[in-house]
C-alpha cells in the first residue's frame, strides 16, 4: 500500500464536533477516484486537535466507508503512552497501517527519537509510516536516524518532507537516502509543490494533501510519474503552481485546502478545529479563483 | 499571586504512571520554603505528556497540599475545545490561577493566536497567565500582542521567555513591554539564567524551574533582588552559571532538574514521561558534581 496516491483528507468539524457526513463526503471523493491508499488523520486531517475517542470514531468510520482502499491513520502524540493506546485502537478500528510522527514539545534528542519509535515498533502489528514533518512535530532526521529507524520491526515507508525545486539536487537528495535504507522500505514524499520532483526522483509515493480533495488531479500527475512521462509530470505540477503558491502564502496546505472544501460545497466555512481558523473571505475569493482558473471548481 | 517566587516543580512518573508520592515530597520542599506560589504541571511539571484525567488528578493533589499558597496549572494544549475543558476541571480542583500557553502544531497566525486568548479569557473564571515559551509553543508574541491580550478579561501575567545577557538590554526589554500593557498586568521573567537580570529590570515575578527544585536558593535571588540589593542578585545568579550551563547543554532545564532531582533521592532515575529520558549516567555525574560544588547536594 505504499506506493502511488496515497490521499490525505481534512477531517472537517462543525459547532458540535467532528462534521461526519461531511468528511464521508470527502471520503467518497477518493474512493470514486481509486485513490491507491487513504491518509487518514494525517496533518491535514488534524489529528493533533481531536481526543482520542474523535480519533477512535475517525478511523473506524474510515474503514467502513473506504471500499476496499487500505487505510493508514496518524497515532502521533507527544506521550508514548498515549501513541501506545492510540495505537491500540487504530488497530481494533481495522486499519491498515499506522503513520508515526515523533511529536514533540520538549525537543527530542536523536537517541529519544529512536527510543520513541524502537518502543512503539516493538508494540504494534501493522505496518508503520515513520512521518517526518519538522514543520509541525519540531523533530528532525537525519539519514542516518532514518536508516536506524528503518532497521526497526514493522516499520514499512518514510514519509519525507518535500525535496529540492532543483531536479539534480532532488534526485541526489532521494537517492542518497535510498543508498541507506533496506530495499523495502517505501519512500514518500510530502510538500505537494515538490511531489512531481519527489515521483521523479525515485519516490514510491505521493503522501498528498491535493489529492486529498482532489484526486483526480493529483492521480493524473502520479500515474505519469509512474508511466516514466516526466514531460507530463513537469507541466502538471507547474500547472498547480497557482494552488502551490497560496499554500505558502497561508503557511501551509491545511487553511487554503479547507477552504476550498468549503467552496466546493463538501465542508462548513469553519471546518478547522479552533484555535485554527478559515481564510478571510479575501482570500477564500483568491483560492475560489485560483481552483476556477485550474478547473478545480 | 504573580510577584516574587513563583516555583515550577516537576511531575515525577514512575512505571504505573505519575508518581504521587515523589510529587508530594516535591511540593512539601516549596511549601516549607514558603515560595509565592506553584507553577504546578508547568512545562517542567510535563502537562504537554499527560491526559486530562492525570492533570485533574495532580491539580487536586497541588491544591490540597499547597498549605494555603496559591496554586496555578498550566491548561495548555493544541485543542480550544480541550483547553476549555481543562479549564472547567482546574477550577474545579480549586486552582487560584490559569497558566495558558498558546501551544501549536499547525503554526498560528497572530489573529489565530489572539482568538485563542480571547475565547479561553471569556471562558473562565480565574486569573490567567499568558505563556510564552517559543522553544516548546512555537508560537511567538509580539510586543502588539501581548498588548491585545493584556486587554482581555481575566489576563492577570505575562510569562516571557529569557530575557537578554547584557543589562542594559534586559531593561530596555522589560520597560519597552511594560510601556505597551495596563499597569495591573504583573509581568513574569523564566529562563532561569536570566532571571536576575529580568527580576533587576523590573519583572515582577520569576517563573522559576532551578525555584522547583531549589527553593531556597531561588528564595534568596528573588528576595535581594525584591530588596534592590543588585549587587546580591548578580553574584548569586553568577554563582549559579554551572547549572545554567548544563541547562543549556542538555537542551533546556526539564532533564537536568529530573537528574538532580533522582539524584536527591526525591524521585526515580526514569521520573520523566516517555519519549523524553534521563541523562545518561555519566551526564547524571556532572550534574551531582555540579549540584556538590553549589551546596545543592
Chains 1, 2 share one sequence.
Not at 42 to 56: D, H, I, N, P, V
Not at 74 to 81: P, W, Y
Not at 177 to 198: F, K
Not at 225 to 230: N, Y
Request: hydrophobic share 45%; charged share 15%; net charge negative.
Amino acid at each position: 500500500m505504499f506506493s502511488g496516491l496515497s490521499a490525505f483528507p481534512l477531517t472537517p468539524v462543525n459547532a458540535t464536533g467532528i462534521d461526519e457526513k461531511s468528511f464521508l463526503s470527502l471520503l467518497a471523493r477518493l474512493t470514486m477516484a481509486k485513490v491507491d491508499s487513504l491518509g487518514v488523520l494525517g496533518s491535514t486531517g488534524s489529528y493533533a486537535y481531536f481526543t482520542r475517542e474523535q480519533r477512535k470514531r475517525v478511523s473506524t468510520l474510515a474503514v467502513q466507508h473506504a471500499d476496499g482502499i487500505p487505510v493508514m491513520v496518524s497515532i502521533g502524540a507527544t506521550s508514548t503512552d498515549e501513541v501506545l493506546r492510540l495505537a491500540e485502537d487504530a488497530q481494533h478500528a481495522g486499519v491498515s497501517a499506522l503513520l508515526l510522527p515523533a511529536v514533540s514539545y520538549q525537543k527530542l534528542t536523536e537517541e529519544e527519537v529512536f527510543g520513541f519509535y524502537a518502543e512503539v515498533a516493538r508494540n504494534v502489528s501493522l505496518p508503520i509510516c515513520v512521518y517526518d514533518n519538522p514543520g509541525t512535530t519540531h523533530t528532525e532526521f537525519s539519514n542516518d536516524l532514518y536508516a536506524r529507524i528503518a532497521a526497526l520491526p514493522n516499520i514499512a515507508s518514510i514519509k519525507i518532507p518535500g525535496v529540492p525545486a532543483d531536479m539534480h539536487s532532488a534526485a541526489q537528495r532521494v537517492s542518497a537516502l535510498r543508498a541507506q535504507l533496506p530495499a523495502e522500505i517505501s519512500i514518500g514524499v510530502s510538500g505537494d509543490a515538490s511531489a512531481g520532483n519527489g515521483l521523479m526522483a525515485g519516490c514510491d509515493v505521493w503522501y498528498s494533501v491535493c489529492g486529498g480533495l482532489f484526486p483526480n488531479t493529483a492521480l493524473a500527475l502520479t500515474r505519469a510519474a509512474q508511466a516514466g512521462d516526466f514531460a507530463a509530470v513537469v507541466e502538471q505540477s507547474q500547472r498547480l503552481e497557482p494552488l502551490w503558491t497560496l499554500f505558502r502564502q497561508h503557511g501551509g496546505s491545511i487553511r487554503v485546502i479547507a477552504a476550498a472544501a468549503a467552496l466546493l460545497g463538501l465542508a462548513e466555512e469553519n471546518n478547522l478545529p479552533r484555535p485554527l481558523r478559515a481564510l478571510s473571505s479575501e482570500h477564500q475569493r483568491e483560492v475560489l479563483q485560483v481552483m476556477r482558473s485550474l478547473e478545480l471548481a
